[in-house]
């Protein structure tokens, strides 16, 4: 019997991250990433792995891929040749990140025109990302024009945020004729963590509060009612809440004016300098938290205060949707920073205990890749750090949306 599969597709502007799970257990078969797309004086890079590890390759090309379109008969050829993938009709779907689907897409949705026009609406809010993932969803409709195509929004999960949440305080009527309002990222993450949250506490989702900290190059918090989001830290843009590897995260906006009018910088610079020159990057120079927790160690200053300061916020929002939640059953640590660090953990829960949150230190500094619990016995909250999968979680969403075509 021919084994059904699942493509995931995570399409930046010069790359194509792939992922393939068999539908029936979503294991995953295979993952690919190839990188440098576009760039036609250098080589493209072409990562690819089986799910027996034997295949593992570092493939450097020796020439470029020049588009997209090109990087999936590459991809395809990956997976023809590792065998995982050898027929296009073993495809049960395939499911693409799409980073903004704005007020339009409270769920993922099969892809169709409308969906494509209404994606392409949205690309004032997301400049960099929609383009790049509808580059995507094009090449992959002309690819396999016959096999269903999934949309998964990272700010879909954030739709249930309530309008008291979402809302800016400026005038009502850019909310209306602009879209200006909260929509929030990574939401794939923080519902995909949430419910393994819930799994691992065997307890109903629909019972807990949780807050679930995503934190890698770019940094989200969310606070999760009966497993809806009530409140997230990013906003309109991925720019505002926590600090960021180069993201200021949020600060006095009276700050752009201020520049603008003494240091003569145009909207372009400023929009440079919060978005890639702040941040950690800002503060220490570097935007790695594995390079500044190791130079915080060794005594830099700098590289301390911009861990300080990224704990400190950290810690703020933790408080904050304390508050939002009326209190916390579970926090959860996700991403590379959250999974990873203990010193940023540490940091973070530090003094909290006033607010039922202790930590337990030596069970802090244990490595494992499965779910660790890191809570002190006497903690009212527990404190949990689930590794994050975006691409099973897109995966799981497109099978959904598949079944549910199959059984209308
Ligand atoms: P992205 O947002 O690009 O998916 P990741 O979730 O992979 O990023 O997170 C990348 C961040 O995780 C980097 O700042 C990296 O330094 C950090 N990180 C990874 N491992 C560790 C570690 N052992 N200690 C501290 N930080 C780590």
């Known amino acids: 019997m021919k084994i059904m599969k699942i493509l995931v597709f995570n399409s930046g502007s010069s790359s194509l991250k792939f992922q393939l799970f068999v539908k029936a257990d979503l294991s995953v078969l295979a993952s690919g990433l190839i990188e440098q797309i576009g760039d036609l004086k250098s080589a493209a890079k072409l990562s690819f792995v089986d799910s027996s590890g034997l295949l593992a390759r570092e493939l450097k090309r020796s020439d470029p891929v020049a588009d997209h379109r090109e990087a999936i008969k590459v991809m395809a050829e990956m997976l023809r040749e590792s065998g995982t993938l050898v027929d296009s009709g073993e495809l049960a779907g395939i499911g693409h990140r799409v ?39 094009r090449v992959a409709m002309e690819h396999v024009p016959q096999i269903s195509q999934v949309a998964v929004f990272d700010t879909a999960f954030h739709q249930s945020i309530p309008e008291h949440a979402y809302l800016y305080a400026l005038p009502y009527s850019l909310y209306e004729k602009k879209k200006v309002r909260r929509y929030g990222f990574h939401g794939t993450s923080h519902s995909y963590v949430a419910r393994q949250a819930a799994l691992y506490l065997d307890r109903p989702l629909n019972e807990l509060n949780i807050i679930t ?42 700050i752009l004016f201020y520049l603008g009018r003494e240091s003569g910088l145009d909207m372009d610079a400023l929009d440079t300098l919060l978005n890639k020159e702040s941040g950690l990057k800002g503060i220490c120079g570097e935007n790695d938290m594995r390079t500044i927790s190791e130079a915080a160690d060794r005594g830099d200053s700098r590289a301390r205060l911009a861990l300080t300061m990224f704990c400190y916020r950290l810690q703020k929002y933790i408080g904050a949707y304390m508050a939002a939640l009326g209190g916390a059953d579970c926090i959860v640590f996700t991403g590379g920073i959250g999974e990873n660090s203990a010193t940023v953990r540490q940091l973070s829960c530090q003094g909290l205990e006033r607010l039922g949150l202790t930590l337990d230190q030596e069970k802090n500094r244990i490595r494992q890749k499965e779910i660790l619990e890191i809570q002190a016995a006497d903690s009212r909250v527990s404190l949990l750090v689930i590794p994050t999968d975006e691409e099973y979680e897109i995966a799981s969403q497109t099978l959904q949306v598949i079944n549910k075509l199959m059984a209308s």
Not at 99 to 119: K, T
Not at 231 to 246: C, N, Y
Request: no cysteine; hydrophobic share 45%.
């Open 99 to 137: 980073v903004h689907g704005g007020e339009a897409f409270h769920e993922p949705v099969l892809i169709d025109e409308i969906v494509i026009a209404d994606i392409e609406e949205l690309i004032p809010l997301a400049p960099l990302h929609n383009p790049a993932n509808l580059m995507g969803i």
């Open 213 to 254: 900290l995503h934190l890698g190059n770019g940094a989200s918090a969310a606070a999760i009612r009966g497993g809806k989001s009530i409140d997230t830290s990013m906003g309109l843009t991925p720019l505002e809440g926590l600090i960021k590897g180069t993201r200021s995260g949020d600060l006095d906006p009276a």
